[in-house]
């Protein structure tokens, strides 16, 4: 049973840091593309930020690129994203998610809530 937990959400004022971890288990962490996705409320849930297996690439939506940082530790079964600069608009519930196109395998936390707010 694959489980990814997600930790590190919290209340934070304009201009502050937050750093999500995802977890993973149950599996052998390096297989997946680790994205992390951000659902606000009234809205579609977006990619924000993804890596690749071995981290050697990474990619940011539009918005967070320059404030955002993802980064994995397969040794450690473990994902981040290192939050700076955060404002009002990055409230969000935020999700971890693993997937494997070629195994067909698609895994998703149950999220962590930010909420940027003074």
């Known amino acids: 049973q694959v489980q990814l937990v997600e930790s590190g959400g919290d209340l934070v004022q304009p201009g502050g840091s937050l750093r999500l971890s995802c977890a993973a288990s149950?599996?052998?962490?390096?297989?997946?593309?680790v994205g992390w996705y951000r659902q606000a409320p009234g809205k579609q849930r977006e990619l924000v930020a993804s890596?690749?297996?071995?981290?050697?690439?990474?990619n940011y939506e539009v918005s967070v690129k320059g404030r955002f940082t993802i980064s994995r530790d397969n040794a450690k079964n473990t994902a981040y994203l290192q939050m700076n600069n955060l404002t009002p608009e990055d409230t969000a519930v935020y999700y971890c998610?693993?997937?494997?196109?070629?195994?067909?395998?698609?895994?998703w936390g149950q999220g962590t809530q930010v909420t940027v707010s003074s």
């Open positions: 998610n693993a997937a494997n196109g070629a195994l067909g395998r698609d895994y």
């Open positions: 149950g599996t052998l962490f390096s297989l997946y593309v």
């Open positions: 890596i690749t297996r071995y981290g050697a690439n990474t």
